[in-house]
């Protein structure tokens, strides 16, 4: 099994207290896709996301002496903290601290009750204390969403003000928003409504609930690893994890943005602790906290397939190739549901490797999640149902009261600008780049020679170069091999041969050749890129490869390009053998 996520959501907006109990049940019914440790009753972690309930915040603050402002002028942050009592306080202090410094005022605190009586030992061993904080809007936010942007940078500058400082080692907000609460933890799907005896108040209303049940598979279980995250809750793998860890580090020092006075403070913008779908959430926040929507966001973190796709609208293509220039896809079998608690959306990966069913009801109800039966509908009561499809998104308007489908989400975000016209402006293709110095023609005499120094082995001709000229296609094999590491070798290796990629633990499909040639693509580009955070027309200045793998002649292209701000040198690599090691440090 794979992990379990689901939401329902009101259509039209209603907010009651069924649909909370509602997501419980999709919850509890999504038990089977989670997992427990040793420890029948230590869930791998459950949890979930709905709208802030205004009615049961008032109720709960009016208990602690605490009056709110009205709805979207106050934020509630939901806070693991650890059970000492002094570094509780000691916590709470700093972050009240912080909270003044960017301009709010935490009005006051509250335990939140919990029954941890039905929980395993491993979990009640690193199980936090529960509070919550109630934060006032300042007068320098006169939106709610500059709101919004100052609680991320109270969130995130707490981490280093508590954790970091090793004030409170268990210190962790879940959310902190005026519009979500997130209530989750390391439990199984059936624990979270009895654990958070919050969740059985008749005035914790929602218009939507989004709930996951998880299967650990590349980190291990923890109270904060559990899902839904602050927007997202995912059923997958991220693949590609440790090139967007490695890009958005290399990222960070380009980063700059009028909607942030020191953008700073948001650093690191991944915490590298989190699994990898905490990583996807952390990045996603960046972006919709940044300026931009989230399904804008979206699309960027998980195009669909594009390049080879004959029929797509060509202004969507070209979103999609502008915003490959600005970062790479996050990319791996994903079912991803996402809210801002506004809205409602859904998100199917480009080989729709994790499946995505939805139901739309009479009575206006929304209910999508890994697998159909979730909820008892009557069958007189299903108005339409269907799936994801690969790469498809669909959103709930609730404001509209309509659920808005791909193909309309896309064609608006797309046209916002004229991304066409900047590609055709700025991206240097190598294809039009004029030709360098002629290129010398092979040498047989030193054929050996050269492969021996490119690290070419018997098996490499036996195995791979043999099928190729003789059949004209690349020879099938497995993925499993048996030659040994190379820092454990006797024998001499390339650099590269260091480098293995890394897979996720989950067995996924093989995909055949021709799915393979419409869902992937090898081109690449190769520049300098620019502030993630503000977009330009020149942001696409870079030189498209349709493939990593160079020619000759496409090397020496490069090695005279004087395109743009493009300018090319050429490094002396080689150095003395018979001066080993300090030769080669020299060089």
Known sequence: DACGVGFICQMKGKRSHNIVQQ?????????????????????????????????????????????????????????????????????????????????????????????????????????????????????????????????????????????????DEFWYCPSLSSRTLVYKGMLMPEQVGAYFLDL????????????????????????????????????????????????????????????????KKLFPIVNESGSDSAMFDNVLELLVMGGRSLPHAMMMMIPEPWSGHESMDEKRKAFY??????????????????????????????????????????????????????????????????????????????????????DEIKAKIAAEKPYREWLDKHLVKLADIKDGEPVAPPDHETMLQRQQAFGYSFEDLRKLMVPMGKDGVEAIGSMGTDIPLAVLSNKSKLLYDYFKQLFAQVTNPPIDCIREEIVTSPVTTIGAEGNLLDPQPESCHLIELKTPILSNEDLAKLKSVAEGQFKSATIEILFDPKKGAAGLEKA
Not at 251 to 256: F, P
Not at 363 to 371: P, R
């Open 23 to 167: 997501g419980l049940t999709i919850l509890i019914n999504l038990d089977h896709r989670g997992a427990v440790g040793c420890e029948k009753n230590t869930g791998d972690g459950a949890g979930i996301l709905m709208q802030l309930p205004d009615k049961f915040a008032r109720k709960a603050a009016t208990s602690q002496g605490i009056t709110l402002p009205k709805e979207g002028h106050y934020g509630i942050a939901m806070a693991y903290c650890s059970p000492d009592a002094t570094k509780r306080a000691a916590g709470a202090k700093a972050f009240e601290k912080v909270a003044a410094e960017e301009g709010q005022k935490v009005l006051g605190w509250r335990d939140v009750p919990v029954d941890n009586s039905m929980i395993g030992a491993t979990a009640k061993a690193s199980e936090p204390f529960m509070r919550m904080a109630f934060i006032a809007r300042g007068d320098c936010c006169p939106d709610q969403q500059t709101f919004e942007r100052k609680l991320y940078i109270i969130r995130k500058r707490s981490v280093t003000a508590i954790r970091t400082a090793e004030i």
């Open 200 to 263: 059985q108040d008749p005035d914790m209303e929602s218009a939507l609930a989004l709930v996951h049940s998880r299967f650990s598979t590349n980190t291990f279980p923890s109270w904060e690893r559990s899902h839904p995250y602050r927007y997202i809750a995912h059923n997958g793998e991220i693949n590609t994890l440790r090139g967007n860890i490695n890009w958005m580090k290399a990222r960070q020092s380009l980063l700059e943005s009028p909607l942030f006075e020191d953008v």
């Open 321 to 406: 190739e502008y915003h490959s220039c600005l970062m790479e896809p996050w990319d791996g079998p994903a079912s991803v549901a996402f809210t801002d608690g506004t809205m409602m959306g859904a998100t199917l990966d480009r080989n729709g490797l994790r499946p995505s069913r939805y139901y739309v009801t009479k009575d206006d109800l929304v209910i999508m999640a890994s697998e159909a039966g979730v909820l008892p509908i009557a069958p007189e009561n299903v108005k339409l149902k269907g799936r994801i499809q690969p790469g498809k998104m669909f959103i709930v308007n609730m404001e509209e009261g309509r659920i808005v489908p791909d």
